[in-house]
């Protein structure tokens, strides 16, 4: 297995540009997230998702949308890309949401907004 | 509000000598605690995590964390550090949801 991958690793934008981050899972995972990571942060959830067509927002989905056509894809579009978007962004996915199920991380995808 | 707090953004420790990381909580529900570790360039790793019974939980690579609840405390231990143990770690607390929260993370060098 693969894991969680994500597409590209890095990635400079202008500002006002859009772009979509690409993450595919291949463990037949439910749930499926997008955390962004700043310096001295930590990792903030962004969007997450319990199952194809299902997704809700995290804590902080401003300037972000999310689809999850099939259980394996969980794009993270940005549509007008701001400064404030400067971040690593991680995806995860997990079996369910219970305690029992860890998250399995991504690689990251490095986006700088310029 | 709920929180993790890890106070050691940075830590120094030379190649075998012992390691500890600290974690305070502060979560109103039974929490569910875990420590990941994330290598330079790369996504994040489960260590440990403790959900119940024993208070302390070994993980991967040697480490092991001790659960504290009159401290409120989840603090990681190892005792020789390698030097490929030079990366940041993050303690995270659940309450069994999607909604993890996480640290802002120490970053651990290690001196040879």
């Known amino acids: 297995n693969a894991g969680v991958t994500q597409t590209p690793k890095f990635r400079i934008l202008k500002i006002g540009q859009s772009m979509t981050l690409q993450c595919t899972q291949d463990m037949n995972h439910n749930y499926m997230y997008w955390y962004r990571q700043d310096p001295g942060m930590g990792l903030k959830l962004i969007y997450y998702?319990?199952?194809?067509?299902?997704?809700d927002k995290g804590e902080v989905p401003n300037g972000y949308n999310v689809s999850r056509s099939t259980t394996e894809d969980f794009p993270l579009r940005l549509e007008l890309a701001a400064p404030s978007q400067t971040s690593v962004y991680f995806c995860?996915?997990?079996?369910?949401?219970?305690?029992?199920?860890?998250?399995?991380f991504g690689p990251g995808t490095r986006l700088t907004v310029l | 509000a709920q929180s993790v707090t890890q106070p050691d953004i940075h830590i120094t420790v030379s190649e075998g000598a012992s390691l500890e990381l600290r974690c305070n909580y502060s979560y109103g529900a039974t929490p569910y605690l875990f420590w990941y570790v994330q290598s330079p360039g790369q996504g994040l790793q489960l260590l440990l995590k403790?959900?119940?019974?024993?208070?302390l939980v070994q993980g991967i690579k040697g480490f092991e964390a001790e659960f504290k609840r009159s401290q409120s405390s989840f603090n990681l231990r190892k005792p020789s550090v390698h030097w490929s143990d030079a990366a940041e770690y993050f303690c995270a607390v659940t309450s069994g949801t999607y909604k993890y929260i996480f640290g802002t993370g120490t970053r651990l060098k290690v001196l040879a």
């Open positions: 998702s319990v199952g194809a067509g299902i997704t």
């Open positions: 995860a996915s997990s079996y369910s949401q219970d305690r029992n199920n860890e998250q399995f």
């Open positions: 403790y959900f119940s019974g024993d208070t």
